[in-house]
């Protein structure tokens, strides 16, 4: 069956590290997802694809970078991880951009609880 | 696991009872609604949409109900199971908006009790 993975499940790391989360899907799917989840708020959108080679920014960007190089994979790179990006990460993939139907649905990793001492 | 529902509001209600869960949205250019549902540990999953021409929308056990007059979602399960206990979100988006638009609500927790 298709599916969508994400490791580490659970990572610590030191301030200052940088850090690669990985983002594998079999769906083959040319939109990918990244997102962040807090406490007290919803998922924010962090970096996005719609294809190889294509990468956007999202509403939280700063401080993290994206790299598409085939339709599986979308690693999420921390440069220099900072306490503030303690959080939950989901990757998330979908089949198409938006079209007249309303949207097309997003399938979500299990997330990768990240910890920065 | 990977979950951050903790400190969500929480509505608990009795197996086999039905729940109705309340979203309400800030963009009235929105056009298109999603709910999600996510267990404990689990990514978000899909469980039903609705346009913004549409009030009602039933799938199997849920409906979304839609007032945009007021900017309100509703999600109602009929006959409460303990398999959805869970946090349910809801999620708004724009017609003249990309994925970048879509706006995710930061949920409420679901607790069925036998």
């Not at chain 2, 969500?8 to 709910?35: H, K, M, R």
């Not at chain 2, 549902?37 to 409906?63: A, C, H, L, Y």
Request: hydrophobic share 30%; proline share 3%; net charge neutral.
């Amino acid at each position: 069956d298709a599916e969508i993975t994400q490791s580490p499940r659970h990572k610590i790391t030191e301030t200052g590290r940088q850090v690669t989360l990985a983002c594998h899907q079999t769906w083959n799917h040319n939109n990918m997802f990244w997102y962040r989840q807090d406490l007290g708020h919803g998922l924010r959108l962090i970096h996005y694809s719609y294809g190889v080679q294509d990468t956007n920014k999202g509403e939280v960007s700063d401080g993290y970078s994206v790299s598409r190089s085939n339709t599986e994979d979308l690693p999420l790179t921390l440069e220099s991880a900072a306490s503030s990006q303690t959080s939950v990460y989901f990757c998330a993939s979908s089949e198409s951009t938006r079209g007249l139907a309303g949207g097309s649905e997003q399938y979500f990793g299990p997330g990768t609880r990240l910890t920065v001492t | 696991g990977e979950s951050v529902g903790l400190h969500l509001p929480t509505l608990s209600v009795q197996e086999g009872d039905n729940s109705i869960i309340n979203c309400a949205y800030s963009n009235s250019a929105s056009d298109y609604f999603i709910w999600y549902k996510q267990e404990s540990g689990k990514g978000p999953q899909f469980i039903i949409d609705i346009r913004s021409n549409m009030d009602k929308r039933q799938g199997q056990r849920v409906t979304v109900l839609l007032n945009k007059t007021v900017k309100h979602l509703s999600l109602q399960i009929a006959a409460t199971q303990p398999g959805d206990s869970a946090v349910y979100f809801c999620a708004e988006w724009p017609i003249s908006g990309g994925y970048n638009k879509l706006i995710f609500g930061a949920g409420t927790r679901l607790a069925v009790h036998p």
